[in-house]
Antibody
Framework: EVQLVESGGGLVQPGRSLRLSCAAS????????LYWVRQAPGKGLEWVSG????????AYADSVKGRFTISRDNAKNSLYLQMNSLRAEDTAFYYC???????????????WGQGTLVTVSS | DIVMTQSPDSLAVSLGERATINCKSS????????????LAWYQQKPGQPPKLLIY???TRESGVPDRFSGSGSGTDFTLTISSLQAEDVAVYYC??????????FGQGTKVEIK
């Protein structure tokens, strides 16, 4: 059974940093691309970032480019999102999602984690 | 970026009746070289993460009940629930994955029981 478990969320002040993690199990981790998608409370879905199986291709939404960094450790079956210079508008549930293939681009998301809440407030 | 627009924003349907959700993309998501539409549908129940229902516009994900179906091509797509069940109460999102290294979702359609 595919499992994606996010952690690292919490309350953080504007301008500070936070690192999210996603622990994966139930599939061959380094065979698949992975993504972060966020959802502000009561709002819709926004794709944040994606990374290919070997970290060779990485993409960011314009709203986070230059502030967020995605990475993965295939030896630890883990995905990360380093979030710097956080703003109030970054407040959201952050979901880790898996793609159905190794390349990051031009695929949908077939499994999602339960999410972790990031609240940016003073 | 491709903008995805869903209609309606919400709808109330009686149990056992048909529910239809529309999704329109600001440009075609049909890739002519493989004749595939790069369009997916997700279901999100209250307090839960999204769940993949349909991909390539009309391919049902394994385990998804056959009352869910997707149709359309190019810029206009439809998700149909043929006979609404109580467990189908959720918000439904369409998503395009046509654009290289960029993904966008529709704003969501809330489905309730009338």
């Amino acid at each position: 059974e595919v499992q994606l478990v996010e952690s690292g969320g919490g309350l953080v002040q504007p301008g500070r940093s936070l690192r999210l993690s996603c622990a994966a199990s139930g599939f061959t981790f380094d065979d698949y691309a992975l993504y972060w998608v966020r959802q502000a409370p009561g709002k819709g879905l926004e794709w944040v970032s994606g990374i290919s199986w070997n970290s060779g291709d990485i993409a960011y939404a314009d709203s986070v480019k230059g502030r967020f960094t995605i990475s993965r450790d295939n030896a630890k079956n883990s995905l990360y999102l380093q979030m710097n210079s956080l703003r109030a508008e970054d407040t959201a549930f952050y979901y880790c999602a898996k793609g159905p293939a190794a390349p990051v681009s031009n695929y949908y998301f077939d499994y999602w984690g339960q999410g972790t809440l990031v609240t940016v407030s003073s | 970026d491709i903008v995805m627009t869903q209609s309606p924003d919400s709808l109330a349907v009686s149990l056992g009746e048909r529910a239809t959700i529309n999704c329109k993309s600001s440009q075609s998501v049909l890739y002519r070289y493989n004749n595939k539409n790069y369009l997916a549908w997700y279901q999100q129940k209250p307090g839960q993460p999204p769940k993949l229902l349909i991909y390539w516009a009309s391919t049902r994900e394994s385990g998804v009940p056959d009352r869910f179906s997707g149709s359309g091509s190019g810029t206009d797509f439809t998700l149909t629930i043929s006979s609404l069940q109580a467990e189908d109460v959720a918000v439904y999102y369409c998503q395009q994955y046509y654009t290289t290294l960029s993904w966008t979702f529709g704003q969501g359609t809330k489905v309730e029981i009338k």
